[in-house]
């Protein structure tokens, strides 16, 4: 079969990204979700559970509101797709609800996560809790310090929570310590990757749990504006599985720019960055050949983001052959201009969204973005698990 | 010619394998450490390549890659520290141990060139897909003389398993039990010797270590009932913790496991 940027190939290729590059002890788990993952997801069950849950228990779908303040501010027609209004608060459940029912059906009975913002942890808990899961996530020291909420809250939900202290104890660290789980209980063991990272199948299989959020998209669009198609559509990229959901029903529609949103940090160049798709080289990441910041000797290098959800030294191999090929438009924002975004949305929409999502909406200014031409932001989570940061930044931020 | 197929020839039964990694726990301790080894009675040894992100390896390994890195130990340090090893220590199996991305940036032609002119043996890249090795490397190794070594574990399938037994010229790495290297041993009694004898029934073309949670004379002991030998890492590397004469502790630790 042809890849397309919808669909890998049988091995898990975007273009030269992609693969699954993963030691023999997990190579059954892997290889068994390869085999199974798209004929469950194709089961009539499957599928009415899974719209079901959708639309009970997360709330989709989301609305695509118009955002007519910004819209004046910036001169063009700005739509925000509401995901910070899914259960727990960001687009991570889409994937989490998908991947618990693919468990069950894989007679997995404990699930592991990884998680950095928190988000995706509590996402996971969520769902374990509903269906009286065991749930384990791993999160960096770090992250636990600067996401605090969502700690508590992942433990309310009765998860366990464990701290990654290797490396720079953030999300690469607590993805490393969630596969050495992983390698140590392959049995009866679901590991449910946060973002369209990992070996194949997980950034196929996510992107496409995601998909709801672009498909929704379309439809809101035609009905507020005469088409399925706008001129833009922006979204934050950590490992990437907002925007993978958001860009899924555009990819091969030449006429809608794709923005994918890094962070920059202190700076692209300061050495305190995340922006991988401008730092980063080819190489081997968690099971994935992709883009990744390393130095000359294949050592994986530290991030840095004041969002601990796109602090992240990778992106999935989806984005890496999106950049490659320049179907999207990368776009790096620093903390500073996403801590300005924050006030700018909460003030003029009355949306406290996300650090992460901070960043998309920060990118307005670089679009180019004509009075006519239709804007859509993945508005990919609220901004309760980042509060203490906002206090602690309020006079950069005001 | 092939050390390892010699080492298992010479010897049949009881072969220790004795991992490492470069430039732990000073950056130039890696030589005097091989050669300790091979002296005091080591048949084959592995020197780890660190790496920032070892995925299959427990805290102990981790952190000796830590610190090796901190040390300055890369591959090209390492090519230049093994020059001439041959001299010293012309019969004893060196394996070089690492993750497929150091390996990628600095070439895979490169690598393979620079390892068997360093006078190494045998690779072994955990994360380094068997599909991926036919399609792409396998002609490098050949050409340098390079034998892979590839990892069985508890749940890999039969037919699996003969495929790698057909891909190589070396030995098998029988990890004990689901884990990451240095972990105990946790599975219910028997599971573990039914596991190895289920691949010793199995009259493999290549002889089995058994690595990933031995540690000392005993566990050592009993690994060798089940296959030709065992693999010792975690072990070996908290044996040269804080010490200031690393060799030294090598040789101690070597005799004790062989006492
Ligand atoms: C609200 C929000 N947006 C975006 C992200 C980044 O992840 P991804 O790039 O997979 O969407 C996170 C991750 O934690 C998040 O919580």
């Known amino acids: 079969m042809k890849p397309t940027y919808q669909q890998p190939t049988e091995r898990g290729y975007y273009g030269q990204f992609g693969g699954a590059f993963i030691p023999e002890m997990l190579y059954p788990n892997v290889e068994e979700l390869r085999q199974q993952y798209l004929s469950i997801m194709a089961e009539p069950e499957f599928q009415q559970e899974y719209q079901q849950l959708l639309r009970d228990y997360v709330g989709r779908p989301t609305p695509l509101f118009e955002a007519k303040r910004l819209s004046a501010k910036y001169n063009t027609r700005i739509y925000l797709k509401r995901e910070d209004l899914c259960h727990t608060g960001a687009h991570k459940v889409n994937n989490t609800v998908g991947q618990i029912l693919l468990a069950k059906r894989l007679g997995k009975t404990r699930i592991i996560a990884e998680t950095g913002a928190g988000q995706h942890g509590v996402a996971t808990a969520t769902v374990c809790a509903l269906m009286g899961m065991e749930c384990i996530v791993y999160m960096g020291e770090i992250d636990m310090e600067r996401q605090k909420p969502n700690v508590y809250r992942m433990r309310l939900l009765g998860a366990e929570v464990r701290a990654a202290m290797s490396g720079s104890r953030t999300l690469k660290d607590a993805t490393n310590e969630a596969i050495r789980d992983w390698i140590s209980n392959p049995v009866d063991t679901h590991y449910i990757i946060g973002s369209v990272v990992g070996p194949h199948p997980y950034p196929d299989l996510v992107a496409r749990l995601q998909a709801v959020i672009s498909e929704e998209m379309r439809k809101q669009l035609l009905e507020k504006t005469g088409s399925e198609l706008p001129q833009y559509v922006v979204a934050c990229v950590g490992g990437g599985s907002n925007a993978a959901g958001a860009f899924y029903h555009f990819l091969e529609e030449p006429s809608v720019q794709l923005v994918a949103v890094e962070a920059a940090g202190h700076g692209i160049y300061s050495g305190h960055s995340a922006a991988t798709s401008v730092l980063g080289t080819p190489g081997v990441i968690h099971g994935s050949r992709t883009l990744l910041m390393q130095d000359e000797d294949g050592q994986i290098t530290e991030p840095y983001s004041i969002s601990a959800g796109l602090d992240y030294p990778g992106i999935g191999p989806l984005h890496a052959f999106l950049a490659d090929s320049k179907r999207a438009r990368f776009i790096s924002i620093e903390d500073e201009q996403a801590l300005k975004a924050v006030a700018e949305c909460s003030r003029l929409e009355g949306i406290i969204p996300a650090l992460e999502t901070a960043h998309a909406l920060a990118a307005l200014d670089q679009l180019g973005a004509g009075p006519d031409d239709v804007v859509v932001i993945n508005l990919s989570g609220r901004g309760d698990k980042d509060l203490e940061t906002y206090i602690k930044y309020a006079d950069a931020i005001m | ?259």
Do not use: W
């Open chain 2, 1 to 259: 010619m092939n050390r390892i197929k010699d080492a298992f020839e010479k010897k049949q039964k009881n072969l220790l394998n004795i991992y490492f990694t470069a430039g732990y726990p000073r950056l130039h301790d890696t030589v005097p450490i091989l050669k300790a080894l091979s002296e005091s009675g080591a048949d084959l040894i592995e020197i780890g390549m660190p790496f920032s992100d070892p995925l299959a390896d427990g805290p102990v390994i981790q952190a000796s890659s830590t610190v090796a890195l901190q040390n300055g130990m890369n591959l090209r340090v390492l090519f230049e520290q093994l020059q001439g090893i041959r001299e010293s220590v012309p019969e004893t199996p060196i394996l070089l141990m690492g993750y497929l991305n150091p390996v990628m940036q600095f070439g895979v032609d490169n690598f393979c060139r620079e390892a068997a002119a360093a006078g190494a043996d045998g690779i072994i890249l955990p994360d380094l897909p068997l599909d991926d090795y036919v399609a792409e490397y396998q002609d490098i190794f050949r050409r340098h003389n390079l034998r892979p070594v590839f990892l069985i574990t508890p749940q890999t399938a039969p037919e699996r398993i003969r495929r790698i037994d057909e891909l190589t010229d070396s030995f098998l790495y029988l990890v004990s039990g689901p884990g990451t290297t240095g972990g105990a041993n946790t599975q219910a009694e028997g599971v573990q010797e039914a596991y190895f004898q289920r691949i010793e029934a199995m009259n493999l073309r290549n002889p089995r270590l058994i690595g990933f949670g031995i540690g000392d004379k005993a566990s050592f002991q009993n690994a060798c009932q089940y296959a030709e030998g065992a693999i010792i890492g975690s072990a070996f590397i908290r044996a040269l913790d804080g010490v200031d004469d690393a060799p030294a502790a090598a040789k101690r630790f070597v005799s004790s496991v062989l006492a």
